[in-house]
T-cell receptor
């Protein structure tokens, strides 16, 4: 089963612009992860944020977590054409299965 | 970093035949392997969870006799789609966990087309 919804379902922006994707989940969590998937490929782990963290950065990525609203956002700054991919949030307990959000398809036009 | 090798990347088979997909963890011991299915432009849906040396746990609605999962060693898990039908055509992805941290390593996926 899917954990929740992501919005937007699809996002098209120009290179250099920022891209923001949102994710909502239903149950209590210990952490939330973001993954990227290039078309027809496996998933690549981007970043993990723990439930006691509100914001985390990694390079051009910024993730926020609001446990009171059961939501998270992923911001990609100064986007590049190579950022074109699908992005998924996922929640899961230590060593256990991940439950994925519906995903956002990002297209960065050059 | 941790790598999971998944083969084949693409397979086309005839209806009624069986297809085996392999996932190998190359530089770590995968105590748990997860198998997902993904339809075009949709999210990943967990099919089953397997732990080395024990029977897989299937998600509700997934036919265990149709999707056979074997996790005979700490570095190899296989998914066999038996008596494949066109509706089984999908993208199948494995994910391995060593159980030592929150990291999950994904295979590169297998595109199955049943004709």
């Amino acid at each position: 089963s899917q954990q929740g919804e992501e919005d937007p379902q699809a996002l098209s922006i120009q290179e250099g612009e920022n891209a923001t994707m949102n994710c909502s989940y239903k149950t209590s969590i210990n952490n939330l992860q973001w993954y990227r998937q290039n078309s027809g490929r496996g998933l690549v782990h981007l970043i993990l944020i723990r439930s006691n963290e509100r914001e985390k950065h990694s390079g051009r990525l910024r993730v926020t977590l609001d446990t009171s609203k059961k939501s998270s956002s992923l911001l990609i700054t100064a986007s590049r054409a190579a950022d074109t991919a699908s992005y998924f949030c996922a929640t899961g307990e230590y060593g256990n299965k991940l439950v994925f959000g519906a995903g956002t398809i990002l297209r960065v036009k050059s | 970093g941790a790598v999971v090798s998944q083969h084949p990347s693409r397979v086309i088979c005839k209806s009624g035949t069986s297809v085996k997909i392999e996932c190998r963890s190359l530089d770590f011991q995968a105590t748990t392997m997860f198998w997902y299915r993904q339809f075009p432009k949709q999210s990943l849906m967990l099919m089953a969870t397997s732990n080395e040396g024990s029977k897989a746990t299937y998600e509700q609605g997934v036919e265990k006799d149709k999707f056979l999962i074997n996790h005979a060693s700490l570095t190899l898990s296989t998914l066999t789609v038996t008596s494949a039908h066109p509706e089984d055509s999908s993208f199948y992805i494995c994910s391995a966990s060593s159980g030592t941290n929150y990291g999950y390593t994904f295979g590169s996926g297998t595109r199955l087309t049943v004709v």
